[in-house]
């Protein structure tokens, strides 16, 4: 295994206890768990909407089309397919992290379950269909497209400043890594290499992915299973996605390639520890940019670059009870110039799909900033010249 967890800092209120916060933490996990586990119920339900409104129909429509309960019956197959997969993936989870023993055990998951007998919201139903479509983009070739036009971009930046260093002497940090696929491209390319991510759900699937999948195409999904509107041909609902379509094995266990899991802003501290912070569809995760963007340069050895593209979708935008920060570029690029950031390159309107499917009849893209920002070798600020 590749993975780690750093555990939370400490929060500073007074009653938070190290073993408070290792129970939360082990209910958050537990309910992730059951949130996979609902899966099969969940869809099943949903198709079942399907059905009730089919039998509804007159004979004479029926007829009008043939075959609509056969496709219906073909989802519902696809649908316990996903649910062997994420069974495969919930197995022996609880061990997932090199550095600790478990991160669940079968009392804390039934304590979960009583506390919090609420099943899974649809948000958190919508994660795990997100899952299966984030196993597409990273790890499969019809997420090749997709994966070109976000990854190229950045790793060729990276390639461009630090591609004459002896690679293992680079430190690559990619925060949001997500299911790890650029994190293992740099890995590939010899670098050392961190990714960091937050969600249960991304690591569960990552882990499985990076530690227990060997062969090329060896796996199946259905990603696009849910997606009952805007089809062309009836059968792209069931298209089936290959993965992985490199065997993971094509990085050593040799390799420097890790993923921590936890809050970037929390993990990260160690001043000047970072030749290059890279960062796809990620800034806009912040609650408050302003303090990602100064991590960063913080983490960052003089000389090292934050290489970023996304778009600016704040996550937390209106959300009730969250703090949230909306800059518009403009205004990303004043805090960058002030935190003493210079700008090294920036390109607008660089178009990127987001788990997108290639077939339906409904697609959405962003224009993305990409945008290459030095930590000067020595700080000069605009302020330090003008004084
Ligand atoms: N870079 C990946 C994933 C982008 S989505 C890709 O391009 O496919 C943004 C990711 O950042 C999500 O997986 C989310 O879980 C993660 N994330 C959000 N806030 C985070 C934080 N504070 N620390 C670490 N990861 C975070």
């Known amino acids: 295994s590749r993975f780690t967890t750093a555990d939370k800092m400490a929060d500073s209120g007074e009653h938070t206890t190290q073993e408070l916060e290792d129970r939360e933490e082990r209910e958050h996990f537990a309910r992730v768990v059951s949130s996979f586990k609902f899966y099969k119920m969940y869809s099943l339900r949903r198709l079942h909407m399907n059905k009730v409104s089919y039998v509804q129909?007159?004979?004479?429509?029926?007829?009008?089309?043939?075959?609509?309960?056969?496709?219906?019956?073909?989802?519902?197959?696809c649908i316990l397919h996903n649910y062997e997969v994420i069974k495969l993936m919930l197995q022996d989870c609880q061990y997932m992290f090199l550095n600790k023993e478990e991160c669940i055990t079968d009392t804390d998951f039934e304590r979960?379950?009583?506390?919090?007998?609420?099943?899974?919201?649809?948000?958190?139903?919508?994660?795990?269909?997100?899952?299966?479509?984030?196993?597409?983009?990273?790890?499969?070739?019809?997420?090749?497209?997709?994966?070109?036009?976000?990854?190229?971009?950045?790793?060729?930046?990276?390639?461009?400043?630090?591609?004459?260093?002896?690679?293992?002497d680079v430190k690559i940090l990619?925060?949001?890594?997500?299911?790890?696929?650029?994190?293992?491209?740099?890995a590939r390319l010899g670098y050392s290499c961190q990714?960091?991510?937050?969600?249960?759900?991304?690591?569960?699937?990552?882990?499985?992915?990076?530690?227990?999948?060997?062969?090329?195409?060896?796996?199946?999904?259905?990603?696009?299973?849910?997606?009952?509107?805007?089809?062309?041909?009836?059968?792209?609902?069931?298209?089936?996605?290959?993965?992985?379509?490199?065997?993971?094995?094509?990085?050593?266990?040799?390799?420097?390639?890790?993923?921590?899991?936890?809050?970037?802003?929390?993990?990260?501290?160690?001043?000047?520890?970072?030749?290059?912070?890279?960062?796809?569809f990620f800034l806009d995760t912040a609650h408050n940019i302003i303090e990602y963007l100064e991590t960063i340069y913080s983490i960052l050895i003089p000389g090292g670059y934050l290489v970023n593209l996304g778009p600016l979708l704040y996550h937390w935008a209106g959300q009730q009870n969250e703090m949230?920060?909306?800059l518009s570029y403009e205004e990303v690029r004043k805090v960058m110039l002030d935190i003493g950031f210079e700008i090294e390159k920036e390109e607008m309107n660089v178009r990127c799909s987001y788990v997108q499917n290639p077939l339906s009849l409904m697609q959405s893209?962003?224009?993305?900033?990409?945008?290459?920002?030095?930590?000067?070798?020595?700080?000069?600020?605009?302020?330090?010249?003008?004084?």
Not at 60 to 77: A, F, P, S, W
Not at 174 to 186: D, H, K, S, T, Y
Not at 233 to 247: E, L, N, W, Y
Request: net charge neutral.
């Open 57 to 77: 129909l007159s004979d004479q429509h029926k007829n009008r089309v043939m075959g609509y309960m056969d496709n219906l019956e073909m989802i519902q197959t």
């Open 112 to 168: 979960a379950k009583k506390l919090d007998c609420a099943p899974p919201t649809g948000e958190e139903m919508d994660k795990v269909k997100t899952t299966l479509k984030q196993i597409m983009r990273d790890w499969s070739e019809d997420g090749r497209a997709e994966r070109e036009a976000c990854y190229q971009p950045v790793m060729h930046a990276v390639l461009t400043r630090l591609g004459s260093r002896k690679p293992s």
């Open 174 to 186: 990619v925060p949001g890594a997500g299911m790890g696929r650029l994190v293992f491209e740099f």
């Open 195 to 280: 990714g960091n991510e937050w969600s249960l759900h991304m690591l569960l699937a990552s882990n499985f992915v990076l530690n227990r999948c060997q062969e090329r195409n060896s796996m199946i999904i259905y990603p696009w299973v849910h997606q009952y509107t805007n089809n062309l041909a009836t059968k792209d609902q069931t298209r089936r996605v290959m993965f992985p379509d490199i065997s993971p094995l094509q990085v050593g266990s040799d390799a420097d390639f890790s993923m921590v899991a936890g809050d970037f802003t929390k993990i990260y501290t160690e001043p000047n520890s970072w030749n290059a912070v890279v960062t796809v």
């Open 324 to 326: 949230s920060i909306e």
């Open 365 to 387: 893209y962003y224009n993305c900033v990409m945008f290459v920002a030095k930590k000067p070798l020595s700080r000069h600020s605009h302020h330090d010249v003008s004084s």
